[in-house]
T-cell receptor
Framework: DAGVIQSPRHEVTEMGQEVTLRCKPI?????LFWYRQTMMRGLELLIY????????DSGMPEDRFSAKMPNASFSTLKIQPSEPRDSAVYFC????????????FGPGTRLTVL | AQSVTQLDSQVPVFEEAPVELRCNYS??????LFWYVQYPNQGLQLLLK??????LVKGINGFEAEFNKSQTSFHLRKPSVHISDTAEYFC????????????FGTGTRLTIIP
């Protein structure tokens, strides 16, 4: 099993640019989660999907952030426009069935916004 | 809502010595408890979890944790650490019903001294 796959692993961009982070969950998993990790705030849940449908996006910080899951094997997290305070490590995780099951994390995308 | 406190941000331990990483939680309902490990430049990996039953939970890599309801604690222990245990350790909690989200602690960085 390849595990959760995220791309890119590192992203450096300039303030104002659009950034798209990608995630492929573990095959057969029905739930997908996006987290952000910073030194100041630790690990925060941004949004999660069940069966490709967004269930709770209350953690999304601003309208500049959006997430989609067009099919069971792919999700994107987009930031437009990006700001320096968005610099963080973004993790994608998946689980078999929602919040009750163990979440398996991807390696993360380290985003730096200059 | 639940919360998690990891009082020790950094714990240095000599190789082959025992270690305990502390975790206390706050909740008005019954909970599930988790310990995750994050190796450098990697995503989080589940070490162990408490859902119900025996309060002593054994996980991977020789780690174990004990759920203490009266003290609202879930401390992680290992009798003899190795250099490879150097990592960041996160305690997490969620209510054991409905669509409760995982809430993570701020993490404890374990450094093994040769």
């Amino acid at each position: 099993d390849a595990g959760v796959i995220q791309s890119p692993r590192h992203e450096v961009t300039e303030m104002g640019q659009e950034v798209t982070l990608r995630c492929k969950p573990i095959s057969g998993h029905n739930s997908l989660f996006w987290y952000r990790q910073t030194m100041m705030r630790g690990l925060e849940l941004l949004i999660y999907f069940n069966n490709n449908v967004p269930i709770d996006d209350s953690g999304m910080p601003e309208d500049r952030f959006s997430a989609k899951m067009p099919n069971a094997s792919f999700s994107t997290l987009k930031i437009q426009p990006s700001e320096p305070r968005d610099s963080a490590v973004y993790f994608c995780a998946s689980s078999l069935r929602g919040l009750t099951d163990t979440q398996y994390f991807g390696p993360g995308t380290r985003l730096t916004v200059l | 809502a639940q919360s998690v406190t990891q009082l020790d941000s950094q714990v240095p331990v000599f190789e082959e010595a025992p270690v305990e990483l502390r975790c206390n939680y706050s909740s008005s309902v019954s909970v599930y408890l988790f310990w995750y490990v994050q190796y450098p430049n990697q995503g989080l990996q589940l070490l162990l979890k408490y859902l119900s039953g025996s309060t002593l939970v054994k996980g991977i890599n020789g780690f174990e944790a004990e759920f203490n309801k009266s003290q609202t604690s879930f401390h992680l222990r290992k009798p003899s650490v190795h250099i490879s245990d150097t990592a960041e350790y996160f305690c997490a909690v969620r209510g054991n019903f409905g669509n409760e989200k995982l809430t993570f602690g701020t993490g404890t960085r374990l450094t093994i001294i040769p």
